[in-house]
């Protein structure tokens, strides 16, 4: 469960946004909109712990991610705007690297065949710096079938994807939830998504 | 997973093996500057040779520092390799040591071709190999904390030299100071044993500093 509480954020001279309340239990999807430069790319970083909270609390499971440590990362996955790619490797090198990192092992064969699903087959063995921006932000979005973690924070995960591929991640979005997985996407695409928990956040108000 | 920052550094090191031969070139040529200008005294040659060597090699390891986390910075990766499960002590540590691995060693074995040029003695260009085995890992490690601290500052490579060279100076002395003891066949084990204590203090600090660094830098 995630819990945010009285949630602000200061950055440099300007606030972004205060008083930021949601919970999140399994199975649920939140939805943060809001114009350019409003802060959710910050608020998604918060839920990261990659920016320490200037006012209120993230809580995971109950205690404070801060004090989690490295256990938060174990049940985190975060797909940011930029998509973490290495331009030099091929997508199923830069699968495997990621994987690896966080503590899945997966052979060549794995990675081809999750590619496969992904729609880079033949695209797989070229440097990601010749694959085209969607055909990136697919190598990064592979990832998220590697892992077994609960919390997915997606952050513009969409753009550059085209329709077939929207629905592809829709369609692991839903696994996702089904499987009591929780999901904070910021994106301004409305999903067709049957989550049993739909929640909306526009920090513009 | 520790094994798998290893790894992917090395490959992302041979796919750009381009920035890691250039390192060591500049080591080479700056080194083999000397004889030239200096001519053919070979006294005085000798007598310079520790420090000459030393000098470029540390030059050489800041040069490496760009690579380090800049690029990682920049595609993303390093906020992914931030949110792995495991320390970032850890992370650092494998990152600096697949550094190490292609910049300080090559540069050491290549050590004893270049110490001819000054026509050291034998037992001066093993302590040479020696010093710089348990020197360049300590410059990777210190250096990696000021990497860590100006990334994604304009400038950054200079102020990384500012920041890092004067931190360099004791294994400079030490690590010079085994070659020359070993040309004067005085005892070398007083400086190589404090190069290794050196390397013993930051293998425990400098990766832990490294790491909060890079957590500000990353805000």
């Not at chain 2, 300590?138 to 990384?160: C, D, F, P």
Request: net charge neutral.
């Amino acid at each position: 469960m995630l819990e945010v509480t009285d949630l602000g954020c200061v950055r440099g001279d300007r606030r972004l946004f205060s008083d930021v309340n949601f919970t999140l239990s399994s199975g649920s999807y939140l939805q943060v909109q809001g114009p350019n430069g409003s802060g959710k790319t910050s608020l998604l970083r918060l839920i990261c712990g990659l920016l320490a909270p200037s006012e209120g609390h993230i809580r995971w499971q109950g205690a404070n991610i801060g004090s989690l440590g490295e256990d938060y990362f174990t049940s985190l996955s975060y797909v940011g705007h930029r998509n973490g790619l290495k331009e030099e490797l091929t997508p199923i090198e830069n699968l495997r690297v990621t994987s690896g990192l966080s503590g899945t092992q997966l052979s060549q064969q794995e990675a081809t065949s999750i590619l496969g699903k992904i729609g880079l087959s033949g695209r797989d063995h070229l440097p990601a710096r010749l694959l085209s921006e969607g055909q990136r932000r697919r190598t990064a979005l592979a990832r998220l079938m590697t892992c077994e973690t609960s919390l997915w924070v997606l952050d513009e995960v969409l753009t550059s994807l085209d329709s077939s591929a929207v629905r592809f991640v829709t369609s692991l979005l839903e696994e996702h939830l089904n499987k009591g997985g929780i999901a904070v996407v910021a994106t301004h695409h409305e999903l067709d998504l049957s989550a049993n928990s739909y929640q909306q956040l526009n920090l513009a108000s | 997973m520790f094994r798998w920052v290893v790894v992917r550094d090395l490959t992302l090191a041979w796919k750009g093996r381009v920035d890691v031969l250039s390192t060591l070139f500049f080591f080479l040529i700056v080194v083999s500057l000397f004889p030239l200008g200096i001519g053919p005294e070979t006294h005085l040659l000798r007598l310079i040779a520790p420090g000459v060597v030393w000098v470029a090699a540390l030059l050489a390891s800041m040069l490496s520092l760009g690579r380090l986390f800049a690029n990682d910075y920049q595609d993303g990766t390093l906020e992914q390799l931030l949110l792995t499960p495991q320390p970032l002590y850890l992370v650092v540590l494998g990152k600096v040591m697949a550094l190490w691995l292609v910049s300080g060693v090559p540069l050491a074995l290549l050590s004893p071709v270049l110490g001819i040029q000054f026509g050291l003695p034998r037992n001066a260009l093993f302590v040479l190999v020696v010093s710089l085995l348990l020197g360049t890992p300590v410059l990777a490690l210190i250096g990696s904390i000021g990497a860590a601290l100006t990334l994604g500052l304009r400038g950054g490579g200079l102020l990384v030299s500012i920041l890092v060279l004067p931190l360099y100076i004791p294994v400079l002395i030490f690590g010079a100071g085994a070659v020359d003891a070993s040309i004067m066949d005085s005892g070398v084990q007083g400086s190589l044993s404090l190069l290794g204590a050196l390397l013993m203090l930051s293998l425990v600090f400098a990766p832990w500093a490294t790491a909060a660094a890079l957590r500000i830098s990353l805000e």
